[in-house]
């Protein structure tokens, strides 16, 4: 067997319809296997680099990097049905038996034995190759996959792991070119460490990058080969972005482009054309300025356009003026119109990702955020909360004293299993975190075992280990979203709680907890800060929790001292169970009095729910632990089933998913006004349709404010309507925000 044919058929084997359906599409397909089953297939034509099968009356050429890169000698450009066919005669050909044998009794045939026209078949005549093909394509290819599912698909994956790694930073330069290059590393920088990237696969990898979405499959054949799952004119630079999240997700930093020369960054207008050497402050703010300016007349501009009818030179604009934001230092900015214009990108080209809805609200956030900054310039203020970081950076923190509050196992939506770890900074006074998190792809990586492993610091036995103690760091790193680097310049120790109850800071009126959180969670523009949701709680008197079967969910009634009722919830899932049935034991046998409860807040100021940790007992000094970690300690006895969950999993339908039933919708008036927005937005306008869609607004506004919706602006005729159409939208987002609808919508628009 040639080297070719042998790269080639190891690939095949790793494609399932999913990948094939991504090669081109499902239409194409169906109508390559139907025609499989018509029409035979033979290979013609073997060299060592290249491979030629005949099918149809065509001829389909691969070489090593795959079907990605196949030639069909039909006029139909890229991928066609022809070569989709040839590529599944050759994958069931290397899944027959009888084929297999065969092409092994000619492994060995010198390549010698290879005709005139370079045929190196290995001494098999093609009308041989063609029965093969037949013989293998009998039945379809079910057999086949049946097959491959029960064959073990670690060593397959840990040599697709291996190559991903492996690929020099030389050729993902080349493959995209430095702008390409330039493009993905600063693509990859601006994704959540943890959310921004699905890594997955079975048969071979899978990486779905997030907003926007775009998903690449790699089977082999070098980075040319991702396959992706829509097709793009610059699609070089996202599969060059998915092998650098790849390796971002499994600990290799690669290098930062080239800085562009001084030359190419002045056909740019960055602002600075006018500024003069001794006064860049001046010129900096003339700068922002003119940006502002720049970026509302185009959100505007796009609105009234449609979303629907963008064009190349609007994504350009967006690139620009990115470019522009982040030599303001507009950073928060350019995060925005960086994933604005990916997005617009992705719409022109009718890629599955694009979501007009999805790119209304990024442009909606995006003109809230311009306004404020205008609003905060006139008077002289420069919030960090606005403005945004470079980059989450962690920077030394010198020697910490933390105590211990136990941890949480999780899944993220986007693939990912991790351990978090919770602490409190007496001296600081708040939260600290530090995560250990794995894409699911690492299938050793347990959140639960970890949870008993050595770390994440020299010094630490395991963060088992940290809870209820007191442990001190040295060369602690944090950065400022509150997260500890687990860094191996830095060490532990631990001791001993001492007053472990009374360093705390809890809280044990409700209404303060509302006015508290009403002032950082109240804005969609206000600063991030998840470690801001941690609250120590101290209930005056606490309530019998239930599980409802039907919302999958346990509640926990906790009541401050004036009655008034905030419920701790649990949504049902494999890493929540044993908390769940925790839960249970302690109501069973009574929680003791003065008991504390370490919680993540969740849900809006006026009405939000807490998503319990551990408990905290007040013991006095020197005894046992008094923490609790729900999702560890005290686990159930064997076979002793909890009363719960044992009615919830004898249900029909057996419990799938972590997340609870959706709930009901009772702010459906706001939820249509949104979607009459959307669709405007959408559409776009002409001249002609304004003073109708104004007089719309007006209305769709007077019915809101009957129901007590009272925070829209009064439509009036001043102004350009997709203004006010900007604005309507901002307020809807504003108000899911307050209810809590729209808790993490924008969560990684705030990072960073």
Same mark, same amino acid.
């Given at each position: 067997? $040639?080297?070719?044919?042998q790269?080639?058929?190891?690939?095949?084997a790793r494609?399932? +319809?999913?990948?094939?359906?991504?090669?081109?599409n499902?239409g194409? %397909?169906r109508?390559?296997? #139907?025609d499989?089953?018509?029409?035979?297939a033979?290979?013609?034509?073997?060299t060592?680099?290249?491979?030629?099968?005949r099918f149809?009356?065509?001829?389909v050429?691969?070489?090593?990097r795959?079907?990605?890169h196949?030639?069909? *000698?039909?006029?139909?450009?890229?991928?066609?049905?022809h =070569? %989709?066919a040839?590529?599944?005669?050759l994958?069931?050909?290397?899944?027959?038996d009888e084929a297999?044998a065969? %092409?092994?009794?000619?492994?060995?045939?010198?390549?010698a034995?290879a005709?005139?026209?370079?045929?190196s078949t290995?001494g098999?005549?093609?009308?041989e190759h063609?029965?093969m093909?037949d013989?293998?394509?009998?039945?379809g290819?079910?057999?086949?996959?049946a097959?491959?599912?029960e064959?073990?698909?670690?060593?397959e994956?840990a $040599?697709l792991?291996?190559a991903?790694?492996a690929?020099?930073?030389?050729?993902?330069?080349?493959?995209?070119g430095?702008?390409?290059?330039?493009?993905?590393?600063?693509f990859?920088? +601006?994704l959540?460490p943890?959310?921004?990237?699905?890594i997955?696969?079975?048969?071979?990898?899978?990486?779905?990058?997030?907003?926007?979405?775009?998903t690449?499959r790699f089977?082999g054949?070098?980075v040319?080969s991702?396959?992706a799952?829509s097709q793009?004119?610059h699609?070089a630079?996202y599969q060059v972005a998915?092998?650098?999240?790849?390796r971002?997700a499994?600990?290799?930093q690669?290098?930062?482009p080239?800085?562009?020369s001084?030359?190419k960054?002045?056909v740019?207008?960055?602002g #600075?054309?006018h500024?003069l050497?001794?006064?860049?402050?001046?010129?900096?703010q003339?700068?922002?300025?003119?940006?502002?300016?720049s970026?509302?007349?185009?959100?505007e501009?796009?609105?009234g356009l449609?979303l629907?009818?963008?064009s190349?030179?609007?994504?350009e604009?967006?690139a620009? /003026?990115?470019?522009?934001?982040?030599g303001a230092?507009?950073?928060?900015?350019a995060l925005?119109?960086r994933?604005?214009?990916d997005h617009?990108?992705?719409l022109?080209?009718?890629a599955?990702?694009?979501d007009?809805?999805?790119?209304?609200?990024?442009?909606?956030?995006?003109y809230?955020l311009?306004?404020?900054l205008g609003?905060?310039?006139? #008077?002289?203020?420069?919030?960090?909360r606005? =403005?945004?970081?470079?980059?989450?950076?962690y920077?030394?923190a010198?020697?910490?004293? /933390?105590?211990?509050?136990?941890?949480?196992?999780?899944?993220s939506?986007?693939?990912?299993l991790?351990?978090?770890m919770?602490?409190?900074?007496?001296?600081?006074?708040a939260f600290r975190?530090?995560?250990?998190a794995r894409?699911?792809l690492q299938r050793?990586?347990?959140?639960?075992?970890?949870?008993?492993?050595?770390?994440?610091w020299?010094?630490l036995?395991?963060?088992?280990?940290a !809870?209820?103690r007191?442990?001190?760091?040295?060369?602690?790193?944090?950065?400022d979203?509150?997260?500890?680097?687990a860094a191996?310049?830095?060490s532990? !120790?631990v001791?001993s709680?001492? +007053?472990?109850?009374?360093? %705390?800071?809890?809280?044990? *009126?409700w209404g303060e907890?509302?006015?508290?959180?009403?002032a950082?969670?109240?804005?969609? &523009?206000?600063e991030a800060?998840a470690?801001?949701?941690?609250?120590?709680?101290?209930p005056?008197?606490?309530?019998e929790?239930?599980?409802?079967?039907?919302?999958?969910?346990?509640?926990?009634?906790?009541?401050?001292?004036t009655?008034?009722r905030?419920?701790?919830?649990?949504p049902y899932?494999?890493?929540?169970e044993?908390?769940?049935?925790? =839960?249970e034991?302690? @109501?069973?046998a009574?929680?003791?009095?003065?008991?504390?409860?370490?919680?993540?807040l969740?849900? $809006?100021? !006026?009405n939000f729910?807490?998503?319990?940790?551990?408990? =905290?007992?007040?013991?006095?000094?020197g005894?046992d632990?008094p923490?609790?970690a729900?999702?560890f300690?005290?686990a159930?006895?064997?076979?002793?089933?909890s009363?719960?969950?044992?009615?919830?999993?004898?249900?029909?339908?057996?419990?799938?998913?972590?997340?609870?039933? @959706?709930?009901i919708?009772r702010?459906a008036p706001?939820? !249509?006004f949104?979607?009459?927005?959307?669709r405007?937005a959408?559409?776009g306008?002409a001249a002609?349709?304004?003073?109708? &869609?104004r007089?719309e607004l007006? &209305?769709?506004?007077g019915?809101?404010?009957?129901l007590?919706?009272?925070?829209f602006?009064p439509?009036d005729?001043?102004g350009?309507l997709?203004a006010?159409?900007l604005?309507?939208h901002y307020?809807c987002?504003?108000y899911?925000?307050l209810?809590g609808?729209?808790?993490?919508?924008f969560?990684?628009?705030?990072?960073?």
């Amino acid at each position: 067997m $040639s080297g070719v044919r042998q790269t080639l058929l190891a690939q095949l084997a790793r494609f399932d +319809d999913e990948a094939f359906v991504a090669l081109a599409n499902r239409g194409l %397909l169906r109508r390559a296997q #139907k025609d499989l089953d018509k029409v035979a297939a033979n290979i013609v034509e073997e060299t060592p680099n290249y491979l030629v099968v005949r099918f149809a009356e065509q001829s389909v050429r691969f070489d090593g990097r795959g079907p990605t890169h196949a030639q069909c *000698s039909c006029p139909a450009s890229g991928i066609c049905q022809h =070569i %989709l066919a040839a590529a599944m005669a050759l994958q069931r050909l290397a899944q027959s038996d009888e084929a297999a044998a065969v %092409l092994a009794g000619n492994a060995h045939a010198p390549s010698a034995s290879a005709g005139p026209t370079g045929d190196s078949t290995g001494g098999v005549e093609p009308s041989e190759h063609t029965a093969m093909v037949d013989k293998a394509t009998a039945g379809g290819g079910e057999a086949g996959r049946a097959a491959d599912a029960e064959a073990p698909a670690g060593s397959e994956l840990a $040599s697709l792991h291996d190559a991903l790694l492996a690929i020099p930073h030389a050729e993902l330069v080349k493959h995209a070119g430095k702008p390409g290059y330039r493009w993905a590393w600063q693509f990859v920088q +601006d994704l959540d460490p943890e959310h921004g990237a699905h890594i997955g696969g079975d048969r071979h990898i899978v990486i779905a990058l997030q907003r926007p979405r775009v998903t690449m499959r790699f089977m082999g054949g070098g980075v040319g080969s991702l396959v992706a799952d829509s097709q793009s004119e610059h699609l070089a630079k996202y599969q060059v972005a998915a092998v650098l999240a790849y390796r971002r997700a499994h600990g290799v930093q690669d290098a930062p482009p080239e800085v562009p020369s001084r030359a190419k960054m002045a056909v740019l207008d960055l602002g #600075k054309d006018h500024a003069l050497p001794d006064n860049a402050a001046d010129a900096r703010q003339d700068s922002r300025q003119r940006l502002r300016s720049s970026l509302v007349l185009l959100l505007e501009d796009c609105v009234g356009l449609g979303l629907s009818h963008l064009s190349r030179g609007i994504q350009e604009r967006y690139a620009t /003026l990115a470019v522009w934001a982040q030599g303001a230092e507009y950073y928060r900015m350019a995060l925005l119109l960086r994933r604005i214009a990916d997005h617009v990108e992705l719409l022109l080209e009718r890629a599955g990702g694009a979501d007009e809805h999805r790119l209304f609200d990024e442009m909606t956030i995006a003109y809230g955020l311009v306004k404020a900054l205008g609003s905060a310039a006139k #008077k002289g203020a420069e919030p960090m909360r606005l =403005i945004g970081r470079a980059r989450s950076r962690y920077e030394e923190a010198g020697n910490l004293e /933390l105590l211990g509050l136990g941890a949480v196992p999780w899944r993220s939506a986007s693939g990912y299993l991790g351990l978090t770890m919770l602490f409190w900074s007496p001296a600081e006074q708040a939260f600290r975190t530090c995560t250990d998190a794995r894409p699911e792809l690492q299938r050793r990586f347990n959140p639960r075992q970890r949870y008993s492993a050595p770390g994440p610091w020299s010094g630490l036995a395991s963060p088992q280990q940290a !809870t209820g103690r007191c442990v001190r760091l040295v060369n602690a790193l944090v950065n400022d979203q509150g997260r500890l680097s687990a860094a191996e310049a830095t060490s532990a !120790t631990v001791s001993s709680p001492g +007053d472990f109850v009374a360093r %705390l800071k809890p809280y044990g *009126s409700w209404g303060e907890i509302s006015q508290q959180r009403a002032a950082f969670r109240s804005s969609l &523009l206000g600063e991030a800060g998840a470690w801001r949701d941690w609250i120590v709680l101290a209930p005056a008197s606490w309530g019998e929790p239930r599980f409802d079967a039907n919302r999958q969910m346990l509640t926990w009634p906790l009541l401050d001292a004036t009655g008034r009722r905030v419920d701790a919830e649990l949504p049902y899932s494999e890493h929540n169970e044993h908390a769940i049935q925790r =839960i249970e034991q302690l @109501a069973d046998a009574g929680v003791p009095n003065g008991a504390l409860l370490v919680a993540r807040l969740r849900g $809006s100021a !006026t009405n939000f729910v807490a998503e319990p940790l551990s408990l =905290i007992r007040p013991i006095p000094p020197g005894s046992d632990n008094p923490v609790d970690a729900l999702h560890f300690d005290a686990a159930p006895r064997q076979r002793l089933a909890s009363r719960w969950l044992d009615k919830l999993l004898r249900r029909d339908g057996a419990v799938g998913a972590d997340v609870p039933l @959706a709930a009901i919708d009772r702010h459906a008036p706001l939820r !249509t006004f949104r979607q009459w927005l959307q669709r405007q937005a959408e559409r776009g306008f002409a001249a002609e349709r304004v003073a109708a &869609l104004r007089h719309e607004l007006a &209305l769709e506004v007077g019915r809101l404010a009957a129901l007590g919706y009272t925070a829209f602006a009064p439509a009036d005729d001043a102004g350009a309507l997709s203004a006010a159409l900007l604005v309507a939208h901002y307020t809807c987002l504003q108000y899911e925000r307050l209810i809590g609808d729209g808790d993490g919508l924008f969560a990684s628009d705030e990072e960073g």
